[in-house]
């Protein structure tokens, strides 16, 4: 049984940093896409970053354009564990943020109804 658990969320000031974990179990297929998606409050669920990897080697990673140059995921193979670490955040990045996988390529990073497995959500809240 895959799961996938998120951590690190929290509040912080316009400017701060955070870094989001998730801890995924149960993932068979050595290559995997792993994404991390948040929804504001009132607003659809929207991309954020993934990351491919195949044999426990990143190979690519992707992020969105509302987030390019602040945010970085990354892949600790050791502890089966892909991070979103978070900097520069501001007001709008007020979300729940959603870790998900899927086995195989990334394809449509930003597709969510193509990832299988999500995990349950951590909140970042970020004050003006």
């Known amino acids: 049984q895959v799961q996938l658990a998120e951590s690190g969320g929290g509040s912080v000031q316009s400017g701060g940093s955070l870094r989001l974990s998730c801890a995924a179990s149960?993932?068979?297929?050595?290559?995997?896409?792993v994404g991390w998606f948040r929804q504001a409050p009132g607003k659809d669920r929207e991309w954020v970053a993934s990351?491919?990897?195949?044999?426990?080697?990143?190979?690519?990673?992707y992020q969105s354009n509302p987030v390019k140059g602040r945010f970085t995921i990354s892949h600790d193979n050791a502890a089966n564990t892909v991070y979103l670490q978070m900097n520069g955040l501001q007001p709008n990045d007020t979300a729940v943020y959603y870790c998900?996988?899927?086995?195989?390529?990334?394809?449509?990073?930003?597709?969510?109804?193509?990832?299988?497995?999500w995990g349950q959500g951590t909140q970042v809240t970020v004050s003006s």
């Open positions: 998900a996988a899927k086995a195989g390529a990334c394809g449509d990073t930003w597709a969510i109804a193509t990832y299988n497995y």
């Open positions: 149960g993932l068979i297929d050595n290559r995997r896409c």
């Open positions: 990351l491919y990897s195949r044999d426990g080697i990143t190979y690519y990673t």
